[in-house]
Nanobody, 119 residues
Framework: QVQLVESGGGLVQAGDSLRLSCTAS????????MGWFRQAPGKEREFVAS????????YYSDSVKGRFTVSRTVARNTVYLQMNSLKSEEAGVYYC????????????WGQGTQVTVSS
């Protein structure tokens, strides 16, 4: 059974940093892209960043470029989202997801981890 488990969420102050982790199990993701999304209360889920597992290519939304970094540890089947200079409006539930490279949609999702940013 394919599973993604996020961790690392918590309460921080605006301007602080936080690192989220997403550990994958049940399959190898060498032909997948791993994405990070977030959903604030009352808003739609939005793309934050992604990484192609095979070559480490990364993509970021304009709002987080220069502040967030996606990385991975292949041996641990884990992808990370380092978030620096967090803003209060970036609070929400952060999700990890996976899709096959070339597929339109992410079809495997984690349960999410809560990030609270106090101003």
């Amino acid at each position: 059974q394919v599973q993604l488990v996020e961790s690392g969420g918590g309460l921080v102050q605006a301007g602080d940093s936080l690192r989220l982790s997403c550990t994958a199990s049940g399959r190898t993701f060498s032909r997948h892209a791993m994405g990070w999304f977030r959903q604030a209360p009352g808003k739609e889920r939005e793309f934050v960043a992604s990484m192609r597992w095979a070559n480490g290519d990364t993509y970021y939304s304009d709002s987080v470029k220069g502040r967030f970094t996606v990385s991975r540890t292949v041996a641990r089947n884990t992808v990370y989202l380092q978030m620096n200079s967090l803003k209060s409006e970036e609070a929400g539930v952060y999700y990890c997801a996976a899709r096959r490279v070339g597929a339109r949609a992410y079809d495997v999702w984690g349960q999410g981890t809560q990030v609270t940013v106090s101003s």
